[in-house]
């Protein structure tokens, strides 16, 4: 299983951007998928997160400005970050609970992807 995201970039304070993620390989069916954050110095945080019915779980310090999504029917899953903030500077990864032919329910990670937030 591969998953692999895009949509990094630098953007000012206040800006917009959208990271997808793609999953592929022999899948069966994805449960969770999910966005973390790591900045220089510090330990990954949960971003968001989905399960494969849509609810979603966000962390106190995205609430209101990022919502994450999916689409079932092509593996994907999405994160909208809005009214960005400099603190939110970071490499995201994604993250997804996957059952394969070949293996049981395993978590796979995407190799990140950069945001930087600056003026």
Not at 79 to 107: G, H
Request: hydrophobic content about 40%.
């Amino acid at each position: 299983v591969q998953l692999v995201e895009s949509g990094g970039g630098l953007v000012q304070p206040g800006g917009s951007l959208r990271l997808s993620c793609a999953a592929s390989g022999r899948i069966v069916r994805i449960d969770d998928m999910g966005w973390y954050r790591q900045a220089p110095g510090k330990q990954r945080e949960l971003v968001a997160t989905i399960t494969s019915a849509g609810s979603t779980n966000y962390a106190d310090f995205v609430k209101g400005r990022f919502t994450i999504s999916r689409d079932n029917a092509k593996n994907t899953v999405a994160l909208q970050m809005n009214s960005l903030k400099p603190e939110d500077t970071a490499v995201y990864y994604c993250d997804a609970f996957v059952r394969t032919w070949a293996a049981p329910i395993a978590e796979y990670w995407g190799q990140g992807t950069q945001v930087a937030v600056s003026a």
